[in-house]
């Protein structure tokens, strides 16, 4: 996030799935040799920042993400060419991914162990599948805001971890905007290179 | 700040000067033992948000604010009975106080030091005459929000300190609007309890 709110910058396309400046809020972890490495990229940087990747996906078992960030363009799939993600044919998330969307499609199953899971009945369904995914591991909602926006306000997030970068974009898309006023606390603190780290807990 | 961006609540006045939930965000410094002295009152915690304060406050030789934070209404003073600041007759500063307003007005000599000076002609005049008062002494741009986006805009702050509260205000005022793409590196972070401290430099 940037320090102003956003998570994506003005004008995505997918030429620019991150907007103007979006890039700069992902440096601190795509300079990382564990993210590089999840990404078949050699070399890399071991920092601060590290611990919190490793523990951040440590647990994962299912995620969630938007339509907008599994990406392509909006509306109805492609008939003859359906858009298969930004990640290539062996995504790094290697677990089941649950796509919220309102135009169905069968699953789509890639190499490595990542099959995305195309969700038209919302956000609970994709989260009743996901945690049925994950067994005993954590669910992760990998954004964009607006996934994320629901599910805070739903009240189905269990925390909040946010990744600030000292940079100013201005205009974008801001991740908590419409979210009510959840109670939470800080449960966790890391000063990494290029970015701050907080992990909140949401308060019951 | 909330973690919105907010540094005030929406529909501030005279009675709820900092806005609807805006007095959440100071509920860390309020309560600090070194806050509660400096205000005349007894009690209070000590943590590690008592090094930020006292960091913060060691070095200020003089303060600039805008005319919303110095309060109480817009447009001119009172001829019969003109405001003088939400502090009492002693206010916390004891040192000298610049006020940017619209309107002018003769200097206003509280006790303890504190003297209120009304600078109609613009925030590099107020920082002229700041500097010139502090000497050797760090100038402190105090808020609110409009005051700090004009001096971040103009590139004429050195740090940016952002006390940031785990709270959604969801409406108010937000200090990074307008203020331009400065460069900014991470000083210093502190996890107090109730707020995460987080100092940027300003990088020229």
Redesign the interface.
Known sequence: MS???FVAGANQSVQEPLGV?GERLHEWVTSLATWRRAHGMEGGDVNESTRVLEQEIANIGATIMGRNMFGGHPGAWSATDPWKGWWGRNPPFHHPVFVLTHHAREPLVMEGGTTFTFVTDGIESALEQARAAAGERDVQIAGGATAVQQYLAAGLLDELY?H?V?????AGE?L???????A???VD?V?GPGA?H?K?RVVR
């Open positions: 320090l102003d709110g400046g946010l600030t000292p940079v100013i974009l201005g801001r908590l905007d419409g979210v009510g006023d959840p939470l606390e800080v603190v000063n701050t907080v909140y």
